[in-house]
């Protein structure tokens, strides 16, 4: 039955038509006043929508830069970080050490190791590493990025940049964040606690319930959340439907575990 069925095989009549060249990589600046401008690669195209950089992704870096105490000195996480940029500009603010991550993939690595090396000082460089890393998995590469020394358990900043309307993502998301994030308790600046800072857009309005749920998740897993930016861009697509202002707008949510402390607003 079997060479039967090998014999049925329609597989050497029908080939596969030949599958469309890969759009060409695209770039995009990031502007500011205090450190030259970024330029950021993007991949030509993804199903992970790394090919474009996000408003969230403008927005979480100029917030950084106007709180770098945030990144000063402090180990940061970076997850699905398509072109690396809140990452980046961690880096530039000194950050201790920064880990980029996305989804295992050559082609997503590759171009955060490429914005990596474009972007920072050799120095810089040095603080930076990245990674492939599935959300909700096993986070020991990711721990074992961090400083040699005894006060690194965790990292003390960990970005979501426009990544919540993954809804079916939401657990693995938190699994990583709890797994990830340094206690209060070894964190040895106590004026900062750790955080895990969401920024999003609602690109969907009939949705964006459901991406809130994500935050009412984690309150029922123990964290405090708080929206602390709110912020107009142009829409990333004008001709999608829903309300235009809603699409447009940035939101920036700070996620912490118990008593918040002081915190850049």
């Not at 014999?7 to 990031?30: M, Q, W």
């Not at 945030?70 to 699905?80: P, T």
């Not at 690194?152 to 079916?168: A, E, M, P, W, Y």
Request: overall charge negative; charged content about 20%; some cysteine.
């Amino acid at each position: 039955m079997q060479d039967d069925e090998e014999d049925l095989s329609l597989g050497h009549v029908f080939t596969e038509p030949p599958r469309p060249p890969t759009p060409p990589p695209t770039f995009a600046t990031y502007t500011r006043n205090t450190f030259p401008d970024l330029k950021i690669r993007l991949v030509g195209s993804h199903p992970l929508w790394a090919h474009h950089l996000w408003n969230a992704a403008l927005a979480f870096a100029s917030y950084i830069d106007s709180n770098p105490e945030i990144a000063h000195n402090r180990c940061v996480l970076e997850l699905g970080a398509g072109g690396g940029l809140p990452g980046l500009v961690s880096a530039q603010n000194g950050a201790k050490k920064v880990v980029l991550t996305d989804y295992p993939e050559a082609v997503l690595i590759d171009n955060l190791e490429f914005n990596a090396r474009k972007n920072l000082s050799p120095d810089e460089q040095d603080h930076v590493e990245t990674q492939g890393y599935i959300w909700g998995h096993p986070v020991d590469n990711l721990l074992r990025a961090l400083p040699k020394d005894p006060a690194s358990t965790g990292f003390h900043l960990i970005i979501l940049s426009d990544l919540i309307f993954n809804h079916s993502q939401h657990d693995a998301l938190l699994k990583s964040c709890d797994m990830c994030l340094i206690s209060r308790s070894a964190n040895n600046d106590t004026s900062i606690a750790p955080c895990v800072l969401v920024f999003y857009s609602h690109h969907r309005p009939h949705l964006a319930d459901r991406d809130l749920d994500f935050f009412r998740k984690a309150q029922d897993a123990g964290w405090v959340c708080e929206e602390i930016v709110t912020r107009k861009y142009p829409p990333m697509f004008p001709e999608d439907p829903g309300e235009e202002e809603v699409r447009a707008t940035v939101h920036g949510w700070r996620m912490t575990r118990g008593d918040t402390g002081d915190f850049p607003h």
